[in-house]
């Protein structure tokens, strides 16, 4: 079974900077392709971040291109998004996903088998 849990969400002003974190727990985690979803009330979990197996390949929503940044540590077990320039919009609860098919990422919510808890994230005006 594997487990993940996010940590680093908080309150930030607009233009400010946050550093999320997603400590998984097994021995598997470099084997499999990690993303970062988020989600706001009433609306559907959306694509932030992906990065396959050994970081070497990355990929972003058009909305966080450029300020978003996804990167792993697998040493560490750990995954994480550096946040710059957040605005109101990017306000949502964060949740780290493991890939379902190893070294494979995808933007969908059923490309990815396993989640963590959520972090919230606010960003305010």
């Known amino acids: 079974q594997v487990q993940l849990a996010e940590s680093g969400g908080g309150l930030v002003q607009t233009g400010g900077s946050l550093r999320l974190s997603c400590a998984a727990s097994?021995?598997?985690?470099?084997?499999?392709?990690m993303g970062w979803f988020r989600q706001t009330p009433g609306k559907e979990r959306e694509f932030v971040a992906a990065t396959t197996r050994s970081g070497g390949n990355t990929y972003y929503a058009d909305s966080v291109k450029g300020r978003f940044t996804i990167s792993r540590d697998n040493a560490k077990n750990t995954v994480y998004l550096q946040m710059n320039s957040l605005k109101p919009e990017d306000t949502a609860v964060y949740y780290c996903?493991?890939?379902?098919?190893?070294?494979?990422?995808?933007?969908?919510?059923?490309?990815?088998?396993?989640w963590g808890q959520g972090t919230q994230v606010t960003v305010s005006s």
């Open positions: 097994g021995r598997t985690f470099s084997s499999y392709a």
């Open positions: 996903a493991r890939s379902r098919n190893m070294d494979i990422f995808g933007n969908r919510k059923d490309d990815y088998d396993y």
